[in-house]
Nanobody, 127 residues
Framework: QVQLVESGGGLVQAGGSLRLSCAAS????????VGWFRQVPGKEREGVGC????????LYADSVKGRFTVSRDNAKNMVYLQMNSLEPGDTAVYYC????????????????????WGQGTQVTVSS
């Protein structure tokens, strides 16, 4: 059974940092594209960053570019979202998701390629 589990969320002051982790069981993340999404109540889930293809190229939403970094540790079967210079507008539930390779890079910032999703972790940034 495939399972993705996010961890690392919490409360942080504006300007601070958090690192979210996405752990997989029953699934090898090194063979998959992995995306990070976030959602606030009443809004669509939006893609913030992803690590795509076997060369580990990354892509980010404009709102987080230069502040967030997606990376993977294949030995641990984990993918991370390093979030720096956090802003109150980054407050949301953050989700990781996994998808097969083969889509255009830009598609991985949308929900459509993703087969599996985690349950989410809350990130709250106070001003």
């Amino acid at each position: 059974q495939v399972q993705l589990v996010e961890s690392g969320g919490g409360l942080v002051q504006a300007g601070g940092s958090l690192r979210l982790s996405c752990a997989a069981s029953g699934y090898t993340l090194s063979y998959k594209a992995v995306g990070w999404f976030r959602q606030v109540p009443g809004k669509e889930r939006e893609g913030v960053g992803c690590i795509t293809h076997s060369d580990d190229s990354t892509l980010y939403a404009d709102s987080v570019k230069g502040r967030f970094t997606v990376s993977r540790d294949n030995a641990k079967n984990m993918v991370y979202l390093q979030m720096n210079s956090l802003e109150p507008g980054d407050t949301a539930v953050y989700y990781c998701a996994a998808a097969p390779f083969g889509y255009y890079a830009k598609d991985y910032l949308t929900k459509s390629p993703y087969d599996y999703w985690g349950q989410g972790t809350q990130v709250t940034v106070s001003s």
